[in-house]
């Protein structure tokens, strides 16, 4: 018996279906997440003085401002950012609730996900914070001379803090979407597997792209761990004993 056209679309719209039933379900939860969105960007921005001593401390930077509200902005900015950074288990939690319904996750493999997720974001967020950043601020500033002295922006430096350290941890999300698509057979493991050398060559890319400065040393310190994970992902892959 073969599907018509009318049925094949009725087919293709349940995991959408699926997926808006699970959002609207998590509605609440979103909602509570918001709230403590705000809270919390609130909280840490009564402590943000020492957040920036922390900050400051850490990458031993002198900052300075050319506008009024500058100083307001990024304290504000780094409120929220520390506040993502703290409430992001619960982000993924509700992330993979609402994957899981359309795509048929366990709650074993949901509560693997989850915990994996939070790791590798972390890991990645550190290892920027303690590694590369040091590392890259120390050589954009090496050009300072006599002539040249460095006048850096409060706004503009806790943007691209911030920016790094949460592009960093979200990149180091890759074995978990190998393993997921693998899982729900999105992607073969056959093709991770089969193109390594097109995978190098895009974490590369991604590595000059979004490294804090263009010399080896720092794509090194992104591309190196990257394919590693992507290794790690083939392997994780071969050990869950999906195709």
Known sequence: MTLSSSDNDIGNQEPAKKIIATIFALRNTMLVLGAALILGTAFFYLISPQLFAFLQGHL????????????????????????????????VFCLWRALAVPFQLSVRSQVAFILSTCLLFYSGSLFCYFITLPFGI????????????????????????????????????????????????????????????????VIAIAAALLTPTPDVVNMLLMGGPL????????????LLRIP
């Open 60 to 91: 031993q930077q002198k900052l300075a401002f050319f506008t009024v509200t500058e100083p307001f902005l990024a304290h504000v900015k780094l409120a929220l950012v520390v506040t993502l950074i703290t409430l992001m288990p619960a982000f």
């Open 138 to 201: 120390t050589f954009l500033l090496g050009f300072e001379s006599e002539q040249l002295q460095s006048v850096i922006s409060v706004g503009r430096f806790v943007t691209f803090v911030t920016v790094f350290v949460m592009a960093f941890g979200l990149i180091f999300e890759l074995p978990i979407f190998m393993v997921f698509a693998g899982k729900v057979g999105l992607i073969p493991r056959r093709l991770f597997a089969r193109n390594r050398r097109y995978a190098l060559l």
């Open 227 to 238: 394919y590693l994970l992507y290794e790690a992902g083939i392997l994780i892959l071969r």
